[in-house]
């Protein structure tokens, strides 16, 4: 496969562990600004690939659903908001200064990104979670990228596959 023309990438997670290890993968290579939504039912493993995420970030308190406080917000190597929509209605955005926080020099994750405005999810690396049907440990996990930061942090983490990475500064590999 050659990563360059890379938009789409589907992955099979057989456990927690793998699905919070692409999740690492995508931290690892992700750089301010970036903006990353994830879709899936209830379960899927929306939180568990954003704890993967915080790990590659360099993230070292717990990571916990932001369902009820609706966005969590968690120093790193690059900082990490992490926002839930599940609760909330179109109209109620603002409210959160979700506007605020697409412009700090941090990354994003979003659970329940359908409820995003259009304007809001331009640029993105999209994460799709699902189950697998009579494999309840496993997920399909769709990564595809929107536009070219979605893209560049797409091949990133295509080209790293399977190979144990280290973080862009170094040191041991985190994933
Ligand atoms: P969501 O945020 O999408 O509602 P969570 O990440 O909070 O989902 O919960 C996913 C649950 O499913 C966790 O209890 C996790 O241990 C379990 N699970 C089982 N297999 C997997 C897998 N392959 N990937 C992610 N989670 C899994
Ligand atoms: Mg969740």
Do not use: N
Not at 13 to 24: F, I, P, Y
Not at 39 to 60: I, N, P, S
Not at 90 to 119: K, T
Not at 125 to 137: H, R, S
């Amino acid at each position: 496969m050659d990563a360059k023309q890379t938009k789409e990438c589907s992955y099979l997670a057989l456990s927690t562990e793998e699905t919070r290890r692409l999740g690492c993968l995508v931290g690892v290579h992700a750089q301010p600004g970036d903006l990353v939504t994830l879709r899936g039912d209830l379960g899927a493993g929306k939180t568990t690939f954003v704890q993967g995420m915080a790990e590659g970030l360099g993230v070292e308190e717990l990571v916990t659903s932001p369902s009820f406080t609706l966005i969590h917000e968690h120093p790193g190597r690059v900082r990490l908001y992490h926002l839930d929509l599940y609760r909330l209605g179109p109209q109620e955005l603002p409210d959160i200064g979700i506007d605020d926080v697409m412009g700090a020099q941090a990354v994003l994750a979003v659970e329940w990104s359908e409820r995003l405005p259009p304007s809001l999810s331009g640029e993105a690396l999209e994460v799709e979670l699902a189950f697998v049907p009579g494999e309840d440990e496993s997920r399909r996990i769709i990564l595809r990228a929107r536009g070219p930061r979605g893209r560049r942090l797409l091949e990133a983490v295509a080209e790293a596959g399977s190979a144990g990475v280290s973080p862009a500064s170094g040191g041991e590999p985190v994933c």
